[in-house]
Nanobody
Framework: QVQLVESGGGLVQAGGPLRLSCAASGGAFSMYALGWFRQAPGKKREFVATISWNGGSTYYADSVKGRFTISRDNAKNTVYLQMNSLKPEDTAVYYC????????????????????WGQGTQVTVSS
């Protein structure tokens, strides 16, 4: 399994941007579909975005569509989540996930489909 380490979290004012990174090691990164999930205090983990193994397909939760962008750099074994126009309700611990699959889109919105997870990075949006 690939190992994942997130970074880039922090405190940001509402309306501001933040970019999360997730570096992978120990696996054939280019074969993995990747996802971002988040969990706010007292709430269940929820899907944020996913990108297919070749970057050709992306899929977003309705709550972040148009504000967040997922991308990957296979040369750097890294997946990114660019977050713009942040809202206080985006406050959560953000996790990246990876799975060696050619599936994409709605198939990957269920976290159970992913076998590798990072430790998470806290994002706090102040109003």
């Amino acid at each position: 399994q690939v190992q994942l380490v997130e970074s880039g979290g922090g405190l940001v004012q509402a309306g501001g941007p933040l970019r999360l990174s997730c570096a992978a090691s120990g696996g054939a990164f280019s074969m993995y579909a990747l996802g971002w999930f988040r969990q706010a205090p007292g709430k269940k983990r929820e899907f944020v975005a996913t990108i297919s193994w070749n970057g050709g397909s992306t899929y977003y939760a309705d709550s972040v569509k148009g504000r967040f962008t997922i991308s990957r750099d296979n040369a750097k074994n890294t997946v990114y989540l660019q977050m713009n126009s942040l809202k206080p309700e985006d406050t959560a611990v953000y996790y990246c996930a990876a799975e060696p699959t050619y599936n994409s889109g709605t198939y990957l919105r269920d976290g159970i489909k992913f076998g590798s997870w990072g430790q998470g990075t806290q994002v706090t949006v102040s109003s």
